[in-house]
DNA sequence: CAGGCGTATGATAACGATAACATCGCCCCA
DNA sequence: TGGGGCGATGTTATCGTTATCATACGCCTG
């Protein structure tokens, strides 16, 4: 910098301003700084810029995975918001695992970053701790924790799923499963099931035909087999709600393989409103829990939170379920 | 840290080495250290760090889209691999655009990370200056280019595309068609349209059946689209390869849809090697590109050529065809 | 025409770590 | 027994920006 302030003649105070938006310096003399950094290539250096102005730009996010359509939508939601204010996402996957949420938590904060979004409600003790002391955003997403640490972008697992039991069961189905993941690993998996063994027990419905797809990330393929051991097990099986839009076609295919009628013989539903949902054959009925919108309503509360507006502590996204092909109709 | 100096009873530099892992510093201390820390709650300020160390343990990548199971495999990859070497990636996303590409790579490389991996090797001038002077090793990614800048971990779209022109020519095709999207966007994507053209001179087939499905990224739905469009144009179609096995699948369902049998009466293929095409019925024939081993292969590449081992400039990581239930039995 | 104000720029001193070098014991071997 | 070597720690001076205050120079106003 020192150098470019020589070649443009002005003080490196002054190619600090030039490189700055708001910086209150003359265009013309802005001009010239920028050519001469231009002509020697200079790079501005944010690591200095972050440590004296005490202000990096960055904001850390966890996700559970990567490789998962829904959390992919949300982080490119927050980023394209995020991109527009000069934030740049700091990524750690956590592989639906809190204790390596915790070692990504910690290292994410060394870099401070000026807000923290998270994954889920369900933390580690001292991941909560860290998250507290920061003193910066902290905002919980696709799900609404009992016990908040700062703000809220999510909705219910548990309700979204209750929805659809009440949705199959008006279709006159009584004999329902459900296919989902290790309770203790994905949380929201977990809501999930809660939400259906809770909605048949309201309906006077029995909840034993529960499959354990096994650990997270549930496929396609860990899909099909859930609903081959389910069909095997209770093969009066009506109806099968799955945990993700995936395990649901895996399902589906399943049933095609083995010529059972879907949604004549049994119907299906998944959850995500992920792009399979939409054009399998027939088309699979799921919750869009809005994937999208829930990044771009947290990116918007951090930018609000950090221009010091008064934000909202909890915004609820509510889900929707959409009735498609895998629906049998009505009674 | 002068204050968990001043509480562990030592220097500031001694508690800079308790926080590193070489650090020669006695077990005792450093346990002391780490005590004052936690019970300061102090949190290592690596903003500092980098400024005066000249590291910053970032790895700066540029994917077209987050939302793509292959890149998103890749960085998944490179992410597990990084982790273990205490390094963050800083990840942004193109949109299948080379002018914002640009503008990602300013702004990454004003973070100073200590490589740069991005994916294809087309780019605008300026961006390619950028690279070539921010003397750090860059990577090009998923792609053989013709004037690499740095290393590359990739392999020839074109070539897997002839391959499985050759596949579909052995089974007797001859009328094949191809799905695609803009050509301008998708460099990758314009190169398997590209090889499917010679491929086809070649074997002295016409190449008249290319659909373009617009611009990227290429869903499903576009991919049925696209096929209606090719069956309505060319209804003597004998098989089709798409751009990827999204739209593949696209095709598959629209072929459901008007009862054209799969592989009976069409075949087809895709590319990538998704979920999606091993567990649709039927499967669907794709390539295997591997998107896993190109992240781990580039990762380990950087992490070598940060430990100034002399790695190799050029990693062709080769794809597999996987032939599979969309393929007509041969003749 | 003095006083005040706004614009444009400069000088100085940090931000919070650590590289580099210095120091101090202590052990070991010739 | 003395010097070399090694392990553990401290001192000093930055790393490349920018917050903060100071300065200089119009220009307007009463």
Redesign the interface.
Known sequence: MADVARVAGVSPMTVSRAFKRDGTVNAETRARVLAAADQL?Y??????S??KSQR?GFVAATIP???N?NF??T??AM?EVFEAH?L??????TGYDTALEERSI??L????PEALIVTGGVHTDRARR?ME??AIPVIETWDLPRDPIGHVVGFSNAAATREMVAHFVALGHRRIGFIGGDADRDTRGADRRRGFVAAMADHGLSADRLIDAGTPPI???RG?QAMAELLDSHPDTEAVICVSD?SA??AL?EC??RGIAVPDAVSLGGFGAY??S????PTITTVDAHARRIGEEAARLVVALMAGENAQGRIEVPPRLLVRGTSRPGV
Chains 1, 2 share one sequence.
């Open positions: 290539g790079v501005f250096d944010r690591t200095a972050n440590l990096t995975s990567l490789n359509a992919a939508e982080v490119g980023s000069d740049q996402i700091l990524l750690a996957a910690e290292q904060l060394r870099r401070r860290m002391s920061a496929t396609m393929a099909a995936l076609f895996g295919t095609q393989r792009d399979i939409a054009i399998s054959v």
